[in-house]
């Protein structure tokens, strides 16, 4: 505050009394914070007592930027303190700053196995999430079949592999890939001749018919339908 101080002196019967007055400002002392630089961390770990732990020589509230709980990103972050002291007509409020180093975090990913296909299904969706929550794309290793963003198209039968990954971000670090197999089987025929009757004589005189069905895509199916002529029976006892 302000403090003015008043000089009196008494006149006498040559001189008159005189009064004299100075002011001058006593300014609030600053309280001395100190904060210990806190050891790195992992990307996902809220702050708490052992990052926000600034001391002051006096009584008071601190209030944090960020607050407890907070969660920051990776890399390195400026933490702030504002003390304020009980004693707020004597002292007023001091601040500091500390930086801590945030660490990227790992990532895993969760990919079921897939079940076996059969030739001519219809195309399937892949699931498969990270434990970061991030996106997970799918890729095609091997096989008859393609991948578009997260849906599997069947091309022919054969074993399929098809991987999962996620890159990571500024906050996580790439996720393990994570591949999975399965088979598409062939896909099922039905042929069937139509009946006819011919004499051994002209069995192959005109062509014998029938029917398939079963193919699938458009695939080009066809079948050669002949007659097999039983061999003569012989009798044993000649």
């Given at each position: 505050g302000t403090v003015t101080i008043r000089a009196t002196k008494e006149g006498n019967k040559n001189y008159k009394a005189v009064a004299l007055e100075r002011s001058f400002a006593v300014k609030q002392a600053s309280a001395a914070v100190t904060?210990?630089?806190?050891?790195?961390?992992?990307?996902?770990?809220?702050?708490?007592?052992?990052?926000?732990?600034?001391?002051?020589?006096?009584?008071?509230q601190f209030t944090y930027d960020p607050p407890a709980g907070a969660v920051v990103p990776a890399g390195f972050n400026t933490l702030g303190v504002t003390f304020t002291p009980l004693d707020a007509l004597r002292y007023k409020s001091s601040t500091a700053q500390v930086l801590i180093e945030v660490t990227k975090a790992a990532q895993t990913i969760t990919f079921d196995a897939l079940a076996d296909r059969t030739y001519?299904?219809?195309?399937?969706?892949?699931?498969?999430?990270?434990?970061?929550?991030?996106?997970?794309t799918?890729?095609?290793?091997?096989?008859?079949?393609?991948?578009?963003?997260?849906?599997?198209?069947?091309?022919?039968?054969?074993?399929?592999?098809?991987?999962?990954?996620?890159?990571?971000?500024?906050?996580?670090?790439p996720a393990a890939?994570?591949?999975?197999?399965?088979?598409?089987?062939?896909?099922?025929?039905?042929?069937a001749a139509q009946d006819s009757t011919r004499s051994q004589a002209s069995i192959n005189s005109t062509p014998?018919?029938?029917?398939?069905?079963?193919?699938?895509?458009?695939?080009?199916?066809?079948?050669?339908?002949?007659?097999?002529?039983?061999?003569?029976?012989?009798?044993?006892?000649?």
């Open positions: 904060w210990p630089a806190p050891l790195p961390i992992t990307y996902g770990t809220p702050l708490g007592t052992n990052q926000l732990k600034a001391v002051a020589n006096l009584a008071g001519g299904g219809a195309p399937f969706t892949l699931a498969a999430t990270a434990s970061s929550g991030l996106p997970v799918f890729s095609l290793v091997s096989g008859p079949a393609v991948i578009t963003r997260s849906t599997v198209t069947i091309l022919g039968a054969g074993a399929v592999t098809v991987r999962a990954s996620q890159p990571g971000d500024s906050n996580y670090h890939l994570v591949d999975r197999s399965f088979m598409i089987k062939k896909a099922a025929l039905i042929v014998f018919t029938g029917a398939s069905t079963g193919w699938v895509n458009n695939d080009a199916i066809s079948a050669v339908f002949s007659a097999q002529v039983p061999s003569e029976k012989q009798d044993p006892h000649v």
